[in-house]
């Protein structure tokens, strides 16, 4: 039987990696020059959401305790 808490767990702790790998690849300077955005402005904004997630995250973590 499959427990759905650590289902959702698993999902959210894989959807957390997806983004914190794109974060990653957003943070060297080659590849954001390929999008053609500002070299200082995406790593900021990555920084942030990624921090956004963490805390989201950790949040939901201590809410079911």
Excluded at 44 to 58: C, E, L, N, S
Aim: proline share 3%.
């Amino acid at each position: 039987m499959i427990n759905v808490l650590v289902l959702k767990a698993f999902l959210f702790d894989l959807v957390t990696t997806a983004i914190t790998v794109a974060a990653a690849w957003l943070t060297i300077p080659d590849n954001v020059s390929k999008l053609g955005v500002a070299d200082a402005l995406v790593p900021i904004v990555v920084g942030i959401a990624g921090a956004a997630v963490i805390a989201a995250r950790r949040y939901l973590i201590e809410a079911q305790k």
